[in-house]
Nanobody, 125 residues
Framework: QVQLVESGGGLVQAGGSLRLSCAAS????????MGWFRQAPGKEREFVAA????????YYADSVKGRFTISRDNAKNSVYLQMNSLKPEDTAVYYC??????????????????WGQGTQVTVSS
């Protein structure tokens, strides 16, 4: 098992930046692909970005491509989401999630087994 704790959320003006962090504990961090998801009020949870267990492959939702960057540091048991050029529509609770690297698919909510508690990101216009 792995436990996940997100941090770095907050209130930012449109056009600003935030960096989310997700710290993992428990089973070896490198055993997992990692993803970021978000859920806005009244909406379903949606995929934001994912990174393979090596860090060599990354995937992004079209809505954040070119603005967000996912990365990981296996030595620090952490995954990050750098968010630039933030828009009010990016306002949501952001969750990190983990799935064993034996899985080939890791861009869908149902692929993931472990979830953090979420961190709120609010972008004001």
């Amino acid at each position: 098992q792995v436990q996940l704790v997100e941090s770095g959320g907050g209130l930012v003006q449109a056009g600003g930046s935030l960096r989310l962090s997700c710290a993992a504990s428990g089973r070896a961090f490198s055993a997992y692909h990692m993803g970021w998801f978000r859920q806005a009020p009244g909406k379903e949870r949606e995929f934001v970005a994912a990174v393979s267990w090596t860090g060599g492959s990354t995937y992004y939702a079209d809505s954040v491509k070119g603005r967000f960057t996912i990365s990981r540091d296996n030595a620090k048991n952490s995954v990050y989401l750098q968010m630039n050029s933030l828009k009010p529509e990016d306002t949501a609770v952001y969750y990190c999630a983990a799935v064993l690297r034996s899985r080939n698919s890791y861009q869908r909510i149902r692929d993931y087994d472990y979830w953090g508690q979420g961190t709120q990101v609010t972008v004001s216009s």
